[in-house]
């Protein structure tokens, strides 16, 4: 139910578009909730790191704060996750989901940032 995508190699200082399709959901679905990127670094627990309201407020982790930015288009059930000023601390298998997790995960998304 969700394709995660976009992911890739690329050096510390630069930038990444992440693309999450909630395919299967329902409009009502999509736009009621609020959703979430998350991300799993090796040996680590998967962590929240930006979410979106359905009314578009935003929040985000204080290790990403500044540097990453999420939206979401509602017509094509996609949201998007803006990666500026990559770090290798950013490394990790991206993922979206409801905030309350509510579908299976999808496959993820690699995210490698090289120092």
């Known amino acids: 139910q969700l394709v995660e995508s976009g992911g890739g190699l690329v050096q510390a200082g630069g930038s990444l578009r992440l693309s999450c399709k909630a395919a299967r959901s329902i409009t009502s679905f999509f736009n009621g909730n609020s959703w979430g990127w998350y991300r799993q670094a090796p040996g680590k627990q998967r962590e929240l790191v930006a979410s979106?309201?359905?009314?578009?407020?935003?929040d985000y982790a204080d290790s990403v704060k500044g540097r990453f930015t999420i939206y979401k288009d509602s017509s094509r059930k996609m949201v998007y996750l803006q990666m500026s000023s990559l770090k290798p601390e950013d490394t990790a298998v991206y993922y979206c989901?409801?905030?309350?997790?509510?579908?299976?995960w999808g496959q993820g998304t690699q995210v490698t940032v090289s120092a």
């Open positions: 989901n409801t905030l309350k997790e509510a579908l299976n």
């Open positions: 979106i309201t359905s009314t578009r407020s935003t």
